[in-house]
């Protein structure tokens, strides 16, 4: 289990967790459930929610960089001057845009 240490102004405890257990009268109280629905599907599928809007959120950053790296690359291509040199003409581009706002 995991190891909990604990202070206090005069004592210091370490303690160790065997295993989580709710109590029974804690889950139903005047005949209703504590729990919503929300927190049951949190519970079941917290780590695949949070592992999907990783993946998907990665998804996004990436496509973003390369459509802003693509509308630079076909300013470059029509001549136009570069943004480090002091250019803005990628402002006109929808694919640059495109990448923004993604």
Same mark, same amino acid.
């Given at each position: 289990?995991?190891?909990?240490?604990?202070?206090?102004? &005069?004592h210091?405890?370490?303690?160790? @967790? =065997?295993?989580?257990?709710?109590?029974?009268?804690?889950?139903? *109280?005047? +005949?209703?459930?504590?729990?919503?629905?929300?927190?049951?599907?949190?519970?079941?599928?917290?780590?695949?929610?949070?592992?999907?809007?990783?993946?998907?959120? &990665?998804?996004?950053?990436?496509?973003? @960089? =390369?459509?802003?790296?693509?509308?630079?690359?076909r300013?470059? *291509?029509? +001549?136009?001057?570069?943004?480090?040199?002091?250019?803005?003409?990628?402002?006109?581009?929808?694919?640059?845009?495109?990448?923004?706002?993604?």
């Open positions: 289990g995991s190891l909990i240490t604990l202070s206090c102004l &005069s210091r405890a370490v303690c160790q @967790v =065997i295993s989580s257990a709710v109590p029974a009268d804690s889950i139903q *109280e005047n +005949g209703t459930s504590d729990s919503s629905w929300i927190t049951r599907l949190e519970n079941n599928y917290g780590f695949y929610i949070g592992l999907g809007l990783a993946v998907f959120s &990665s998804f996004l950053i990436g496509s973003s @960089v =390369i459509l802003k790296k693509k509308g630079l690359l300013l470059v *291509e029509k +001549g136009g001057t570069r943004a480090g040199d002091g250019g803005h003409g990628y402002l006109k581009d929808w694919l640059w845009w495109a990448g923004l706002l993604t």
